[in-house]
């Protein structure tokens, strides 16, 4: 999950840490300036859409991703939003025209993720109804 990268002037600190694992980061997401980050989130390994299909109606929509809900390894995987097989993730719905019994349009629903991300290079999931 992490890799130790070493800094500073003789590369002797070695507080910094690279995920190396898929993860989601929000829409206007910035980096901290490289003094200061702890956490490195490699570009390559930034997603933001999933494949999710809707059980009911066996159909499979590229989505874009709101948020990771929980992830199954451990609380901290869910803070940085790591993803990895069994992530509950939250996607925007809207563009699939739900609506509820009270006539307001749907905007976002959790969804499971069905495989690893990191072999497959893509995040597969089935929408929770």
């Given amino acids: 999950m992490f890799r130790v990268l070493k800094s500073g002037k003789r590369q002797k600190k070695s507080w910094k840490r690279m995920i190396t694992k898929v ?13 200061y980050e702890r956490f490195i989130r490699p570009t ?11 059980p009911e109606l066996k159909a499979t929509f590229n989505l874009d991703i709101l948020g990771v809900k929980k992830n199954p390894n451990g609380a901290m995987y869910s803070s940085l939003g790591v993803i990895t097989k069994g992530t509950i993730i939250e996607v925007n719905v809207s563009e699939l025209g739900l609506v509820t019994p009270g006539g307001k349009v749907v905007w976002g ?17 089935v929408l929770l109804v």
């Fill in 109 to 125: 629903k959790y969804a499971q993720v069905t495989n690893n991300p990191e072999n497959d290079g893509c995040i597969n999931a």
């Fill in 23 to 35: 993860t989601f980061v929000g829409q206007g997401f910035t980096r901290k300036p490289p003094k």
């Fill in 44 to 54: 390559g390994l930034r997603m933001n859409k999933a494949h999710v299909t809707h």
